[in-house]
């Protein structure tokens, strides 16, 4: 991963995700991901199939950082305060005390979101959304930072519920990770047989709260040049004003406001990531599949034509051109 960070306030992320990928195989893009949103205060989803290493990823940028880590397996049965918490009764002061949930961690790992019955799933995202959980009638804040990562299996499973379109719209980033090669392949056998009976390659002290604060107060002041907040605009009418254009008929369900703004954030972080102190069309163009093709819903006409929507996101860009 080409990271050399030329920004101080960046140097912290940069040698994090630097090491995190260093315990990972050819998957530099997932964990440049996961720092773009965790600069930008994001969540990510990650979709592919099992056994990819995504707990690993994860647990390794949890260690990675100053703060608690939890994970949760979704299930069918799963109850909306098996994420947020309960009130448990206390005989000895006969009152109520509240019990936080697992989802009141600094990074929490959501595995199979897709599992989950509706009502875990929308209690998940309004805590996404908004920091905060109501329970028991009471509304608490979630720690500061925050950041789901939550994984889903591309294969429909019965029993499962797909998350709607409206709750995709919550993440910042939607991954989509795909089987390895031969060479990689081996690269994981060697990696994770070198591991046995050792610890797998530590990572340094963790970031500090100090610290990433800083590096995302220099996310955010990353120069985005009008000419590139036009181009991001202009990807994102694109989406809802097809006709005489080539995604004319494709798309059901344009992209909202929230994409343009992930895209600018996480276009600003990637230009950090990469030690810039402003971000280029290439961040942009990089961005615009994980951070738009989750928000877009193709029509009944792009399905039937084999289209999905980063399909329609690949189209999308060789229409709209940075300048
Ligand atoms: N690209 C990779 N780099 C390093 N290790 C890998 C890679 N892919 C798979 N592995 C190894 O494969 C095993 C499975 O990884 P892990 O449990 O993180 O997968 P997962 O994607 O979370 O799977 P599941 O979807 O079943 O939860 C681990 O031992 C992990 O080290
Ligand atoms: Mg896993």
Known sequence: ?????????????????????????????????????????????????????????????????????????????????????????????????????????????????????????????????????????????????FMVVATQNPIEHEGTFPLPEAQLDRFLLHVDLALPGAEAERAILDLVEGEAGREASPLPAPLSHGELGAARAAAAAIHLAPALRDFIVRLVIATRETDGTPLDGLVEHAVSPRGTLALAASARARALLHGRDHALPEDVEALAPDALAHRLVPSWRATSEGIDARGIVARLLGHVRPW
């Open 1 to 145: 991963m080409n990271v050399i960070g030329t920004q101080s306030q960046g140097q912290g992320v940069t040698l994090l995700a630097e090491q995190i990928c260093a315990g990972l195989v050819g998957h530099d893009t997932l964990v440049e991901r996961l720092m773009t949103a965790l600069l930008t205060g994001g969540h990510v989803l990650i979709e592919g199939p099992p056994g990819l290493a995504k707990t690993r990823a994860v647990k390794r940028l949890a260690e990675g950082l100053d703060g608690s880590f939890a994970r949760i397996q979704c299930t069918p049965d799963l109850m909306p305060s098996d994420l947020t918490g309960t009130q448990v009764f206390r005989r000895n002061s006969e009152s109520f005390d509240f019990v936080p949930g697992p989802i009141f961690h600094s990074l929490v790992l959501v595995d199979e979101i897709n599992r989950a019955p509706p009502k875990v799933q929308s209690a998940l995202l309004e805590a996404m959304g908004e920091s905060q959980v109501t329970a028991g009638g009471v509304t608490r804040r979630l720690p500061d930072p």
